[in-house]
């Protein structure tokens, strides 16, 4: 029996997903109509979860919470990102093999560069946090040879991890990787400068602030959450509160990422400025 292809996106807790209608409109700019369905997958079991899916002739499928490390683990090749990372966001499977991409660090690039016409290049970035997200997006800012990028996170350890894991890449980049304890951060003597902080923890999700000094705010800095919402997230709220203008949210990385694993399926690059004003 011949199965048509789906496509879909595997995560636990999937309802809120937006992919389905971001991939569904995309399909519809190049006439098709693509099967792209939500999978709630149980959270010990996404290898089955990953099988069954394959053998419905799952061609493609996105990545998100928590399984963007076990799905590395069980793929047969990396793109280059998803093997820094450790972690991946798109799934293809072809001849019966899978391949994982990670295309959260480019989709961010694109979005900080096209949409908000931020040029990373010398720059000196604070990302905040030292999860999944920011595993996913330091190999992409640091390919943008910014002068710096220093990782401040609660359990410093972790910080290291994300030192080590791209110390290479960031010498290759002329860039300087570093980690802070956020004590340090604070310390009063010590005054740090950043062109743009991105905040790659999950803060805002529960309405929380990282402790932040707020002599790290000027004028001339851009701040991006990766979360996204209707309203400003507490993050951009308080950026704004100290004197931050350029505020971004991370809806256009959601967009610009699903359009990469969209290209990487289907060999085209859809349009993301409409879905991303729809859903904006
Ligand atoms: P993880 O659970 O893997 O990591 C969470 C990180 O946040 C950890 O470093 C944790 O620190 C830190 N953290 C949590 N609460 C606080 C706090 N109150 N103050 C300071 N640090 C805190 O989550 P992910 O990395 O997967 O996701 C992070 C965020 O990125 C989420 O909001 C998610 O929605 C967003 N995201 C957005 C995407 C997009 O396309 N726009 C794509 C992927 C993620 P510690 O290690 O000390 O616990």
Same mark, same amino acid.
């Given at each position: 029996?011949?199965?048509?292809?789906?496509?879909?996106?595997?995560?636990?807790?999937?309802?809120?997903?937006?992919?389905?209608?971001?991939?569904?409109?995309?399909?519809?700019?190049?006439?098709?109509?693509?099967?792209?369905?939500?999978?709630?997958?149980?959270?010990?079991?996404?290898?089955?979860?990953?099988?069954?899916?394959?053998?419905?002739?799952?061609?493609?499928?996105?990545?998100?919470?928590?399984?963007?490390?076990?799905?590395?683990?069980?793929?047969?090749?990396?793109?280059?990102?998803?093997?820094?990372?450790?972690?991946?966001?798109? !799934?293809?499977? +072809?001849?019966?093999? @899978?391949? =994982?991409?990670?295309?959260?660090?480019? &989709?961010? %690039?694109?979005? $900080?560069?096209?949409?908000?016409?931020?040029? !990373?290049?010398? +720059?000196?970035?604070? @990302?905040? =946090?030292?999860?999944?997200?920011?595993? &996913?997006? %330091?190999?992409? $800012?640091?390919?943008?040879?910014?002068?710096?990028?220093?990782?401040?996170?609660?359990?410093?350890?972790?910080?290291?991890?994300?030192?080590?894991?791209?110390?290479?890449?960031?010498?290759?980049?002329?860039?300087?990787?570093?980690?802070?304890?956020?004590?340090?951060?604070?310390?009063?003597?010590?005054?740090?400068?950043?062109?743009?902080?991105?905040?790659?923890?999950?803060?805002?999700?529960?309405?929380?602030?990282?402790?932040?000094?707020?002599?790290?705010?000027?004028?001339?800095?851009?701040?991006?959450?990766?979360?996204?919402?209707?309203?400003?997230?507490?993050?951009?709220?308080?950026?704004?509160?100290?004197?931050?203008?350029?505020?971004?949210?991370?809806?256009?990385?959601?967009?610009?990422?699903?359009?990469?694993?969209?290209?990487?399926?289907?060999?085209?690059?859809?349009?993301?400025?409409?879905?991303?004003?729809?859903?904006?």
């Amino acid at each position: 029996m011949h199965l048509s292809p789906i496509y879909g996106v595997m995560g636990n807790p999937i309802a809120h997903s937006k992919s389905p209608l971001i991939h569904a409109h995309f399909a519809q700019q190049i006439g098709l109509s693509i099967n792209y369905a939500k999978i709630l997958v149980p959270l010990d079991d996404f290898a089955h979860g990953l099988r069954s899916f394959i053998n419905k002739n799952g061609l493609g499928a996105n990545v998100t919470t928590p399984f963007k490390e076990q799905a590395a683990s069980l793929c047969d090749d990396l793109s280059e990102f998803a093997s820094l990372a450790g972690a991946v966001n798109t !799934l293809s499977i +072809k001849e019966n093999k @899978i391949y =994982g991409d990670n295309t959260d660090g480019p &989709g961010l %690039i694109c979005d $900080l560069k096209y949409r908000h016409k931020i040029n !990373l290049k010398d +720059k000196k970035i604070l @990302i905040i =946090g030292a999860g999944g997200a920011a595993r &996913g997006i %330091i190999g992409a $800012l640091l390919s943008e040879y910014p002068q710096s990028v220093t990782i401040v996170n609660r359990t410093l350890s972790k910080a290291h991890d994300l030192c080590a894991v791209f110390n290479d890449l960031a010498q290759h980049k002329q860039a300087s990787l570093a980690c802070l304890s956020f004590e340090q951060l604070n310390n009063p003597d010590q005054k740090y400068t950043y062109d743009l902080i991105i905040n790659a923890s999950s803060s805002s999700l529960h309405g929380d602030l990282p402790k932040l000094p707020v002599n790290l705010f000027h004028a001339d800095m851009s701040v991006y959450d990766l979360m996204y919402s209707s309203d400003l997230t507490s993050f951009l709220q308080f950026c704004r509160e100290h004197n931050v203008h350029k505020l971004y949210d991370g809806l256009g990385m959601l967009v610009e990422q699903a359009a990469l694993s969209f290209e990487i399926w289907l060999g085209v690059k859809p349009d993301t400025a409409e879905i991303y004003k729809l859903l904006r």
